[in-house]
């Protein structure tokens, strides 16, 4: 089995930084793209940052300047830094990677359990 885990959600004033991590374990042959989603109450999932095996990066508009995505492939790990925060990057952020099990295994799209983050004052 492969799991994500997250961590570093929490609460934070307005103009706050956060760091979330995201582990991946389990039976894994090679992990391509990873990336960071959010979920505001009331609203889609929404990409918030995806980022290539070789490196090519992806931002939503809303966070362009303020979030960093970066992974340690030795390490399996994604994670998003994330500065200026607004209220409105409240949301459960959700870590999800496309991972290979073996070698001739198909390319599963797999999620984390999410964490929360909440920027108020």
């Known amino acids: 089995q492969v799991q994500l885990v997250e961590s570093g959600g929490g609460l934070v004033q307005p103009g706050g930084t956060l760091r979330l991590s995201c582990a991946a374990s389990?039976?894994?042959?090679?992990?391509?793209?990873m990336g960071w989603y959010r979920q505001a109450p009331g609203k889609q999932r929404e990409l918030v940052a995806g980022?290539?095996?070789?490196?090519?990066?992806n931002y939503a508009d809303s966070v362009k300047g303020r979030f960093t995505i970066s992974r340690d492939n030795a390490k399996k790990m994604v994670f998003l830094q994330m500065n200026s925060l607004k209220p409105e990057d409240t949301a459960v952020y959700y870590c999800?990677?496309?991972?290979?099990?073996?070698?001739?295994?198909?390319?599963?799209?797999?999620w984390g359990q999410g964490t929360q983050v909440t920027v108020s004052s």
């Open positions: 999800n990677a496309d991972i290979k099990r073996s070698m001739y295994d198909y390319v599963g799209k797999y």
């Open positions: 389990g039976s894994i042959f090679n992990i391509y793209g």
């Open positions: 980022l290539t095996s070789g490196g090519t990066t």
